[in-house]
């Protein structure tokens, strides 16, 4: 079955320090990536996705993340955190194969919250 | 364009009532999603609706859901009777037509906040 894990629940860095958020997936086949964040009290927000090609994904917000088949990675990177980037983080996978041309099938990880000092 | 619409933002009732959430999805979008947001659980996709019809309700708990939509404006979610594991945060999500999805994401809705006492 898919699954999604964020092994970090919680990470707290310093305004203006970079950012790794890590994701892995289980999936056996060539899964389509999602990172979504979600502010206090509001829905979630694409940040990025992979489907195919260029495995160094660019999103919105300053944020990138890279595609690793051999890790079964898709980690949320940042080179210089803003205070605004306090949020939830979340990883999702869809089943390419039953993409349905939708992106609602998808199996979300558990989140990492993020705190930003000043 | 006013994004999707959730109402009540929180609904707080007892043990045993009937609930219902309300979504709109944005004008335009064919697909409209549930899904629920626990602590434990995380977010779970507990149906999804294309062109009104329910296309995977496999994410429903209990018998005690049900979804319907009856219109390309408009679902709702209910839960009858409610009980306290069903607190939680419930967010309504749509997309756009499938010819286009594949660069468009999923919109989501602010939420209702359950919680049953």
């Known amino acids: 079955a898919q699954s999604v894990t964020q092994p970090d629940i919680h990470i707290t860095v310093s305004e203006g320090a970079s950012l790794e958020l890590r994701c892995n997936y289980s999936?056996?086949?060539?899964?389509?990536l999602f990172w979504y964040v979600q502010s206090p009290g509001q829905g979630l927000q694409l940040l990025l996705k992979?489907?195919?090609?260029?495995?160094l994904v660019q999103g919105i917000k300053g944020f990138e993340a890279e595609f690793k088949r051999s890790q079964s990675s898709f980690n949320l990177r940042k080179p210089s955190v803003h205070w605004s980037d306090a949020a939830e983080y979340f990883c999702?996978?869809?089943?390419?194969?039953?993409?349905?041309?939708?992106?609602?099938?998808?199996?979300f990880g558990k989140g990492t919250k993020l705190s930003v000092k000043p | 364009d006013a994004g999707v619409i959730q109402s009540p933002r929180h609904e707080v009732t007892e043990m045993g009532q009937e609930v219902t959430l309300r979504c709109k999805p944005i004008s335009g979008h064919d697909y409209l999603f549930w899904y629920r947001q626990t602590m434990m659980r995380g977010l779970e996709l507990l149906i999804y609706?294309?062109?009104?019809?329910?296309?995977?309700d496999s994410g429903m708990p209990e018998d005690r859901f049900s979804a319907k939509m009856p219109n390309a404006s408009f679902s709702t979610l209910k839960i009858q009777p409610s009980e306290p594991r069903d607190s939680a945060v419930y967010f309504c999500a749509s997309s756009l037509p499938p010819q286009s999805s594949y660069n468009s994401p999923l919109h989501f809705g602010n939420g209702t906040r359950l919680t049953v006492t």
């Open positions: 999702a996978v869809s089943d390419q194969r039953n993409y349905g041309g939708s992106q609602g099938n998808l199996i």
């Open positions: 992979y489907f195919s090609g260029d495995t």
């Open positions: 999936y056996g086949a060539t899964p389509y």
């Open positions: 609706f294309n062109n009104n019809v329910p296309i995977d």
